[in-house]
């Protein structure tokens, strides 16, 4: 069994992470890349993409790679359920009082320690409503 090694916080870790939690949109490496331009211009797609790679094996990132074709990150470690739109691609978090939380307890009881949950929503935001309605009401 190997040993967790917690990796330094270097500025530009530090700047990718808080970057990530500041915002809900649950960005591609890509396009975090894009935001985290903003206050490092002179960083990498690479830095980014390698940061990213660092923070989920340490625990701090989660990947979101079963929301369709590009992975996407999230900074909120706490448990929570996710909507995918499948026109637009967009990411959002579903609040814990619309879906019910899995009982981890009654889960574990049958001999295995769950180490990851992944329950994925999919649908369409209000932005792709509003185009579809628009398109059926021109018709």
């Known amino acids: 069994m190997g040993t967790c090694v917690k990796h330094r916080l270097t500025r530009q870790r530090r700047i990718i992470l808080e970057t990530l939690r500041g915002v809900t949109c649950h960005p591609t490496a890509d396009e975090?890349?894009?935001?985290?331009?903003?206050?490092?211009?002179?960083?990498?797609?690479g830095t980014v993409y390698?940061?990213?790679?660092?923070?989920?094996?340490?625990?701090?990132?989660?990947?979101?790679?079963?929301?369709?074709?590009?992975?996407?990150y999230d900074g909120n470690m706490h448990p929570h359920y996710h909507i995918k739109c499948v026109e637009c691609e967009r990411v959002g978090d579903l609040a814990k009082d619309v879906v019910p939380m899995i009982d981890m307890t009654a889960v574990q009881a049958g001999g295995f320690k769950v180490l990851n949950l992944q329950l994925d929503f999919s649908g369409l935001c209000a932005e792709c409503q509003k185009k579809r309605e628009s398109v059926t009401s021109e018709s």
């Open 50 to 72: 390698r940061n990213l790679e660092l923070l989920t094996s340490e625990g701090e990132v989660r990947t979101l790679d079963s929301l369709g074709s590009r992975k996407r």
């Open 32 to 45: 975090l890349y894009n935001m985290v331009r903003e206050q490092l211009p002179r960083v990498s797609l």
